[in-house]
Structure formats: structure tokens, C-alpha cells
């Protein structure tokens, strides 16, 4: 009976530490309940008008390095929805990509009230090199968005990878 009290103490104990010290860690934005899927029309109002981090995603579905891309960040979204808003660009191969400084699909960019912090440019073309593209990712995500810092958060990522389909018109 001692040895249980203590044991249930113990982890009352824990919780009370896990509970005190989650609530100082990091300043969460609010969270968003989705991705949003946003378009030239709706580009100003939900990106560069939001008063916080957003991530946008511009890709086609018709190449699968899109599809692939697509995958990776709706699972991000929902692990990292309270700390920016994810947004979905479906690109017209067609349409004009100056406004937006796309060379590639798909292409990941990292805004802060409005203004680019960051992107990332393609997916790796190597599949082994895939396998440990959500890792980048990731990391990405908690030094630039989160905000963790420290060490073991900090890397020099250039992703541009040489996919079949560079944004030019000559590829179309």
C-alpha cells in the first residue's frame, strides 16, 4: 500500500512538473482548424493580411512529386497547426509564376506577416533521399516556425532539386 501511495504521488508529481513547465516552453499562435486552399484571388486576404507564420504549399496535382509533397505537408499541417496557418496553392501550369518566384513544383514557403522568411524548392528526386526528407522538413518547421533554438536546431538546408518539370515554357 505505501509503495503504491508513493508511486501514484510520484506521478502526480510528474504531471503537476509536465502541466507547469508545458504552459512556458514556446508562444503558440491560434490554432487553425485546416488547410485553407487559396488561390490568386484569396492569396492577399489569408497570406500576406495574416498576423503570423503561414506556410504555403504551391503544387499540381499532376506530377507526383506534387502528390508526394501534398502528403508530407498535410501530415505536418496537423502536427504544427497552432503555431501557423497552412495554405494550399493548386498552380495552373500555365499561369504566370513572377508573382509568386516559383521556378519549381512543388515549392514550400515560409511567410511571416506577410513577408517571405523562407522556401523550399522541390523534393528530393532520389528515393532513399526521400526517406529522410520528413526529418528536414521537420527540422525546418521547429527552428523557423516553432522557434526552438539551440544546436541541435541549426542547419544550412538548400533545397532545389532537378525535377523533370522547372517552371519555364519549355517544359510544358
Known amino acids: 500500500m505505501r509503495i503504491r501511495l508513493c508511486t501514484i504521488g510520484l506521478n502526480m508529481l510528474v504531471a503537476f512538473c509536465l502541466i507547469s513547465c508545458a504552459g512556458h516552453k514556446i508562444e503558440r499562435q491560434q490554432p487553425s482548424p485546416q488547410i485553407v486552399q487559396i488561390d490568386n484571388s484569396t492569396f492577399s486576404a489569408e497570406v500576406d ?14 506530377y507526383w512529386q506534387s502528390r508526394d509533397m501534398e ?43 506577410g513577408a517571405e522568411i523562407d522556401r ?14 520528413n526529418d528536414d522538413i521537420e527540422m525546418w518547421l521547429l ?14 538546408f538548400k533545397y532545389f532539386f532537378k525535377n523533370s518539370y522547372k517552371l ?5
Not at 493580411?49 to 499532376?62: D, T
Not at 504566370?96 to 515549392?107: G, Q, S
Not at 524548392?121 to 528515393?127: A, E, M, N, Q, S
Open 49 to 62: 493580411s495574416f498576423n503570423g507564420f503561414a506556410v504555403v504549399l504551391f503544387y499540381n496535382k499532376e
Open 120 to 133: 523550399m524548392k522541390g523534393i528530393p528526386p532520389d528515393k532513399a533521399e526521400r526517406l529522410k526528407f
Open 168 to 172: 519555364t515554357p519549355s517544359n510544358f
Open 71 to 113: 502528403q508530407r505537408f498535410e501530415y505536418f499541417a496537423g502536427r504544427y497547426a497552432e503555431y501557423a496557418k497552412f495554405c494550399k496553392f493548386h498552380w495552373d501550369i500555365n499561369a504566370e509564376a513572377a508573382p509568386y518566384k516559383l521556378e519549381m513544383l512543388p515549392t514550400m514557403v515560409l511567410y511571416k506577416s
Open 143 to 156: 527552428k523557423n516556425v516553432v522557434g526552438l533554438e539551440g544546436d541541435q536546431y541549426t542547419a544550412n
